[in-house]
């Protein structure tokens, strides 16, 4: 049975991965599993068929066979724990890994969803430039704590995991913000992430959604 | 076994059971698991040794013998799924209720933090007052659709769940706020939760800690 994604027909973020779809299709691509996707405009996304599916008028959606989910990090769980290969066999790792999803949704993203709401909402407002440091010492508050406990170390906690997929996914919205600089070894985790085969398909799939969209 | 949580000895919410501890406890409480509590000064949380338990110098940690956990999510999953009680049976219906924690955590309540978060650093700031709508709106864009989607329902899918749980302890943190007004069933589902029993016994614990902080 191959599940079915949504995803942005015109995904905002210029082809760059960073559409909450990218985790699942990556999980997707981890676990081996093929899937559909099916594309849906702004507007699909704010109507009553899409909003019976996602009651918030996102994407990504998840459905396989009577199965809906949405929120992407429940589907990359809800992947993780229906295949091989994203959660460790040991319970107490494996409630440790999950934990480790949650600091990355919970924890670690949300300075970094708040500085690009600024971005998107605030651009125009006379206090928009006086916030920034405000909003970068938040997410520098998360990234030095990450960074100290990463280490050396390749992968959050063993073997590569559905955490480090999904902390890979939040850390990439920081490119091209210089705020992955003064931690270099989060940015070579970063690029590990981004190095993985199944990255790679993932990113080369949704990057055909863009050009596909551009040339139409 | 005993699991042990860390709470904060000094709570900043002055007895409302908002602190992360809470949604805890209540799971605790919900499946009738006996557990033990530390508390921890300001102090002590940026100390190496909870630094060690907890990378982000946050409370709630949760030790299950060998096992330790952070963040209140994965420890109230944990809970759920190595108890009866809180999650359903069907492999679907577990599958979404594990969605809706997560909407709670990352859909829902960002906005609301980020309220609270300009409460207590932007104070002073002469960009204050101006933002309040903004903030608001946000908050608000997702209530409408979370009061939509959970309707005359009593619970978000089904009997209660750590869904439910996880949801009615975020939306708590817009108590005296004013902004769950327009949505009497969000209203009156939050109003719903504390009445359980187990809602009561957690936070009348975490109410005791205030009081015995305030007399000491």
Redesign the interface.
């Known amino acids: 049975m191959r599940p079915i994604l949504t995803a942005f027909a015109q995904s905002p973020d210029r082809g760059r991965g960073l559409a909450r779809d990218m985790s699942v299709r990556w999980a997707l691509e981890e676990v081996g599993q093929p899937y559909d996707v099916r594309l849906l405009t702004f507007a699909e996304m704010k109507e009553p068929e899409h909003?019976a599916l996602q009651?918030?008028?996102?994407i990504p959606t998840y459905q396989e066979g009577?199965?809906?989910?949405?929120?992407s990090?429940?589907?990359v769980?809800?992947i993780a724990q229906t295949h091989e290969g994203l959660l460790p066999g040991d319970?107490?790792a494996r409630?440790?890994t999950?934990?480790?999803?949650?600091?990355a949704?919970?924890?670690i993203?949300?300075p970094i969803?708040?500085r690009e709401?600024a971005g998107h909402?605030?651009r125009g407002?006379?206090?928009h430039e006086?916030?920034g440091p405000?909003l970068e010492r938040?997410i520098e508050s998360?990234l030095a704590?990450?960074s100290?406990?990463l280490g050396d170390a390749d992968w959050l906690d063993g073997p590569f995991s559905a955490a480090d997929l999904m902390m890979v996914t939040v850390l990439r919205r920081l490119g091209g913000s210089g705020l992955l600089d003064g931690y270099p070894n989060l940015a070579a985790y970063v690029a590990r992430g981004e190095a993985r085969p199944a990255f790679q398909r993932a990113f080369e799939a949704q990057y055909a959604v863009f050009l596909a969209a551009l040339r139409a």
Chains 1, 2 share one sequence.
């Open positions: 909003l009651p918030f008028g996102q009577d199965l809906l989910l949405f929120e990090g429940a589907i769980l809800h319970p107490s409630a440790r999950i934990g480790w999803i949650f600091a949704l919970n924890t993203e949300p969803l708040d709401a909402a605030e407002e006379p206090w006086a916030r405000l938040r998360r704590p990450l100290g406990r």
